[in-house]
Nanobody
Framework: QVRLVQSGGGSVQPGGSLTLSCVAS????????LGWHRQTPGNQRELVAV???????NYATSVEGRFTISRDNAKNTVTLQMNSLKPEDTAVYYC???????WGQGTEVTVSS
C-alpha cells in the first residue's frame, strides 16, 4: 500500500525554524521525485520545494534561501528544513511523491507572534 506519513510542524514565532519529515512506504522510492506543497484556506495547493531522483532541487521564489529540501533514500524519507519563518508561511504542508502519486496526510505550520 502506498503511504506517506508526515511528522513535525507546529507553531513558531516569526524568524524561527521548523522541520517537516515524510516517510514513504512506496516501491522504488529513489526513483520518485519528491515535493512539499502547502495550502491555506480558500487557496489552491502550491508547490514549495521539489527534489528529483538525481537530487536536483527547486524552490518557490517565496521560500528560496530560507527552506531546504533533502532526501534520504536509505530511509525513504524527505525532509523540509524551514528557517527564517514568516507569518505568510502559515499553511498546511503536504509531501508528495511522483510517479507514486501519493500524498502525505498534511501537517499544520503556524507562524505567529
Amino acid at each position: 500500500q502506498v503511504r506517506l506519513v508526515q511528522s513535525g510542524g507546529g507553531s513558531v514565532q516569526p524568524g524561527g525554524s521548523l522541520t517537516l519529515s515524510c516517510v514513504a512506504s512506496i516501491s522504488e522510492f529513489s526513483r520518485n521525485t519528491l515535493g512539499w506543497h502547502r495550502q491555506t484556506p480558500g487557496n489552491q495547493r502550491e508547490l514549495v520545494a521539489v527534489i528529483t531522483s538525481a537530487g536536483t532541487t527547486n524552490y518557490a521564489t517565496s521560500v528560496e534561501g530560507r527552506f531546504t529540501i533533502s532526501r534520504d533514500n536509505a530511509k525513504n524519507t524527505v525532509t523540509l528544513q524551514m528557517n527564517s519563518l514568516k507569518p505568510e508561511d502559515t499553511a498546511v504542508y503536504y509531501c508528495y511523491a511522483f510517479p507514486a502519486r501519493a500524498w502525505g496526510q498534511g501537517t499544520e505550520v503556524t507562524v505567529s507572534s
